[in-house]
């Protein structure tokens, strides 16, 4: 067997025991964790309707980033970004909210936007800043879409 071979062969059985490594720490967590986070989502969800039925686009943001200021753990933290969305949804429109937000495919006006905004609102990158304005993304994104089939 040719040396490049054993080499291609030994690669490809580590990215599978890789693989299957990351899937069986997944159904770990999955499995003891999966009740708690559901429930998480769910109460976030729940909150954000309420809060967002109260409110414009831009007391969304302005709770979601303190609810994100708040979060200690990962769970808070994805807890705040389910806030956020589910409270832009239920909102009243600001004018102008999503101007200057760029596309999802706009990947380097992406990056740069969403440095502006964590840096806007005093939030780090350790508090998962950019996760929280994507939801301000897919939700431009979605209204945009909605206004669009609507013409």
């Not at 806030?83 to 200057?100: E, K, Q, V």
């Not at 800043?129 to 089939?149: G, Y």
């Amino acid at each position: 067997m040719p040396t490049w071979l054993k080499v291609v062969l030994i690669i490809g059985a580590v990215i599978v025991v890789l693989i299957a490594g990351v899937a069986g720490l997944g159904f770990y967590v999955w499995k003891k964790h999966g009740p708690e986070i559901v429930a998480s989502g769910k109460q976030g969800i729940e909150e954000g309707r309420q809060f967002g039925e109260g409110t414009d686009n831009q007391g969304c943001v302005d709770e979601g980033v303190a609810r994100q200021r708040k979060a200690v753990g990962f769970g808070e933290l994805i807890k705040s970004g389910i806030f956020m969305r589910s409270c832009l949804d239920a909102s009243r429109p600001t004018p102008n909210f999503c101007d200057g937000v760029p596309g999802p495919l706009q990947f380097t006006k992406t990056i740069e936007w969403r440095k502006e905004q964590c840096a806007k609102y005093g939030l780090g990158e350790d508090k998962q800043c950019s996760q929280l304005f994507q939801q301000v993304q897919q939700f431009c994104e979605q209204r945009s879409r909605k206004a669009s089939t609507e013409q």
